[in-house]
């Protein structure tokens, strides 16, 4: 069975850090373009962050630029969103995604993604 699933989500107060992690199972990610999406209550479903497979090609909102690093590592078949300096309006439910393939760059629109983790909470509250 093909699975991705998520995990390191939580409350975590402002200033805080915290690492996401997608593990995928029954297919690769190294040669595929990875993401981090979001969506907070009200508002739209905003892509955070992507990756190509050749990491020639990088995204990051600018609301989470300085701030959020993608990374992955093939031998875990694992990506990470690794968050610091978290803010309040950081608070949403977070979904990796992972592509069919990849190119050189990464676009960070859902269509583009077709393996999708469950979610996982993350909130930032004093």
């Known amino acids: 069975q093909l699975q991705f699933v998520e995990s390191g989500g939580g409350l975590v107060q402002p200033g805080g850090s915290l690492r996401l992690s997608c593990v995928a199972s029954g297919f690769n990610l190294d040669y595929r373009t990875v993401g981090w999406f979001r969506q907070a209550p009200g508002k739209e479903h905003e892509g955070v962050s992507c990756?190509?497979?050749?990491?020639?090609?990088?995204y990051y909102a600018d609301s989470v630029k300085g701030r959020f690093t993608i990374s992955r590592d093939n031998d875990k078949n694992t990506v990470y969103l690794q968050m610091n300096s978290l803010k309040p309006e950081d608070t949403a439910v977070y979904y990796c995604a992972a592509a069919f393939n990849s190119g050189y760059e990464c676009y960070p629109s859902p269509d583009e993604y077709d393996y999708w983790g469950q979610g996982t909470q993350v909130t930032v509250s004093s």
């Open positions: 990756k190509s497979s050749s990491d020639g090609g990088v």
